[in-house]
């Protein structure tokens, strides 16, 4: 098992415990804290504050940024057996589900990146991303 796997797992377990936490514990200080650190995954393993993070249930958002590095890691997006997630938990603590400029900006980004690229499919998919309609319904060209 690779060290982001066993990490996901710990992370998974860990995120459960603190989910029972939130629907117990309302101190402020408390939550203050959780909203302070990095103990969020992305995909590619790096640690996040909930607030640097965007809610994959938000699908312009999936549509527009870089699935990697701006969503938590799969683990942290799955439902348990019995139909729980820690997304609730990481959106009371600051998870991101809109879009703002500075999201515009990094999709922007991302999408120059996608275009240089050159390789094959990354044109298509950069016209794609390029066209993700949001706020409000808007077609935005980044």
């Known amino acids: ?28 200080q408390f939550l203050m804290y959780w909203h302070q650190v990095a103990f969020v995954p992305n995909a590619k393993g790096t ?16 549509a527009l940024l870089n699935p990697d590095p ?3 890691a799969p683990s942290f997006c799955d439902e348990d057996a019995s139909g729980a997630s ?10 991101r589900s809109s879009a703002g400029l500075d ?13 240089d690229r050159g390789g094959e499919g990354d044109e298509d998919e950069a016209v794609g991303r390029g066209q993700v ?3 409000g319904g808007s077609c935005l060209k980044l």
């Open 1 to 28: 098992m690779d060290l982001i796997t066993q990490a996901g797992l710990v992370n998974v377990q860990w995120s459960h415990q603190l989910q029972q936490f939130m629907g117990r514990i309302y101190d402020a």
């Open 47 to 62: 640690l996040h504050k909930p607030s640097q993070l965007y809610d994959p249930r938000a699908t312009e958002l999936l």
């Open 70 to 72: 701006s969503f938590p």
């Open 86 to 95: 820690v997304l609730p938990a990481l959106q009371q603590l600051g998870l």
């Open 103 to 115: 999201t515009l900006l990094q999709a922007a980004k991302y999408v120059a990146a996608l275009a």
């Open 133 to 135: 309609c949001v706020c």
